[in-house]
């Protein structure tokens, strides 16, 4: 059963930091390429950070760069996204996806909710 699950989310002050993880099950991982969009209330999703199969240098949205930073471990098939300096503005729900061209096919995850407030 292939399963994307995304976990770490939560709510936290502004100025403090969460940390997300992917965790992939059913399928070849190490061959997928990995993003991580978020979509708030009330607007588009937005795609945050993505990585390659081979976890080398990551992208980012600008509005994150310089806070979020994305990593993969394919020996235990997740992705992290650590997230620092939060603010209002990153209140989400965060979603992982998986992009595997060797098979042709695209997983989602769940999402995850992250909320900034004071």
């Known amino acids: 059963q292939v399963q994307l699950v995304e976990s770490g989310g939560g709510w936290v002050l502004p100025g403090g930091s969460l940390r997300l993880s992917c965790a992939a099950s059913?399928?070849?991982?190490?061959?997928?390429?990995v993003s991580w969009y978020r979509r708030a209330p009330g607007k588009e999703r937005e795609l945050v950070a993505a990585?390659?199969?081979?976890?080398?240098?990551?992208a980012y949205d600008g509005s994150v760069k310089g806070r979020f930073t994305l990593s993969r471990d394919n020996a235990k098939n997740t992705a992290v996204l650590q997230m620092a300096s939060l603010t209002v503005e990153d209140t989400a729900n965060y979603y992982c996806?998986?992009?595997?061209?060797?098979?042709?096919?695209?997983?989602w995850g769940q999402g995850t909710q992250v909320t900034v407030s004071a």
């Open positions: 990585i390659d199969t081979f976890g080398g240098d990551p």
């Open positions: 059913g399928f070849t991982f190490s061959r997928c390429a």
């Open positions: 996806k998986a992009v595997c061209p060797s098979s042709g096919e695209d997983y």
